[in-house]
Nanobody, 123 residues
């Protein structure tokens, strides 16, 4: 059974940083495309970024460029979303997703996704 579990969310002040983790079981993340998505209250779900199987990064949300980045720890079968210079508008539930082959800006295109982690940016 494949599971993706996000962790590391929480409350942070504007300008602060958080690192979300996405730990996988039953599925190797090494060569998968890994996407991060978010959904803010009352808003549609949006793609944030994706790391392809060759570690090329595609940003789907311009507002996170230069502030968010993705990395992998293959030994831990875990992917991270490092979020810096956080803004109140980054408040959302964040989801990681994995696909055997391709990146996409749509969560439904992925083979697996997690249950989400809440990130709240507020003073």
């Amino acid at each position: 059974q494949v599971q993706l579990v996000e962790s590391g969310g929480g409350l942070v002040q504007p300008g602060g940083s958080l690192r979300l983790s996405c730990a996988a079981s039953g599925f190797r993340l090494d060569y998968a495309a890994i996407g991060w998505f978010r959904q803010a209250p009352g808003k549609e779900q949006e793609g944030v970024l994706c790391s392809s199987s060759s570690n090329d990064i595609t940003y789907y949300t311009d507002s996170v460029k230069g502030r968010f980045t993705i990395s992998r720890d293959n030994a831990k079968n875990t992917v991270y979303l490092q979020m810096n210079s956080l803004k109140p508008e980054d408040t959302a539930v964040y989801y990681c997703a994995a696909d055997y082959y391709y990146c996409s800006g749509f969560l439904s295109d992925y083979d697996y996704w997690g249950q989400g982690a809440q990130v709240t940016v507020s003073s």
